[in-house]
């Protein structure tokens, strides 16, 4: 297994551009989410979704939008690029457990993005 | 709300020396607790994780935590510190639910010859 991919490792925009982080595992998990990492704030949960179809917010969603089309796939869309946006982003994902059981979050190698 | 207080941003100790990262958490709820490994340029790995089995709790690369409710802490600790042990580590807690994982600000491992 190939676990949870992230493609591209690097990515420079300008302000106001768009694209899109891709995001894919083959472990058949039905959780996946998205983080940002910045220097001295840990990592903060963007969007994150339980299931092909359905999504949900995260601490942190505003200049991002996610879709959950496929169980293995997760991609997360940056509209409008903006310097606050700079950061590097992680995609995870996770099975299901019992009720009562924590979940165990498996990473992707990240992707490193600057806008400037 | 949950939260994890992660004491000091740098740690340094050198080759052979006891490693010990503190984390101390809040939690209205009994908490799952995580700690977490992020080498240069990589995603983040999971060394252990608390579940109210045992409150020692075992990891990968010979690290072992131990959960304190009196003291609402969850430390991180190595007997014997490797060169390979450099990297960034994170606490993390969470309650039931999926989205409910809250990260502390990370503890970078100096390890020195």
């Known amino acids: 297994n190939a676990g949870v991919t992230q493609t591209p490792k690097f990515q420079v925009l300008k302000t106001g551009q768009s694209m899109t982080l891709q995001c894919a595992q083959d472990m058949n998990h039905e959780y996946m989410s998205w983080y940002r990492q910045d220097p001295g704030m840990g990592l903060r949960l963007i969007h994150y979704?339980?299931?092909?179809?359905?999504?949900d917010q995260g601490e942190v969603p505003n200049g991002y939008n996610v879709s959950r089309s496929t169980t293995e796939d997760f991609p997360l869309r940056l509209l409008s690029a903006a310097p606050s946006q700079t950061s590097v982003y992680f995609c995870a994902s996770s099975y299901k457990v019992p009720s009562g059981s924590p979940y165990e979050q498996y990473f992707g190698p990240g992707t490193r993005l600057t806008v400037t | 709300a949950q939260s994890v207080t992660q004491l000091g941003s740098h740690v340094s100790v050198s080759e052979g020396a006891l490693v010990l990262l503190r984390c101390n958490y809040s939690s209205s709820v009994p908490p799952y607790l995580f700690w977490y490994v992020q080498y240069p340029n990589q995603g983040l790995q999971l060394l252990l994780k608390y579940t109210s089995a045992a409150t020692l709790v075992k990891g990968i690369n010979g690290f072992e935590a131990e959960f304190k409710k009196s003291e609402t802490s969850f430390h991180l600790t190595k007997p014997s510190a490797h060169m390979s042990d450099a990297a960034e580590y994170f606490c993390a807690v969470s309650s039931s639910g999926f989205q409910k994982l809250v990260f502390g600000t990370g503890t970078r491992l100096l390890v020195s010859p």
């Open positions: 979704s339980v299931g092909a179809g359905i999504t």
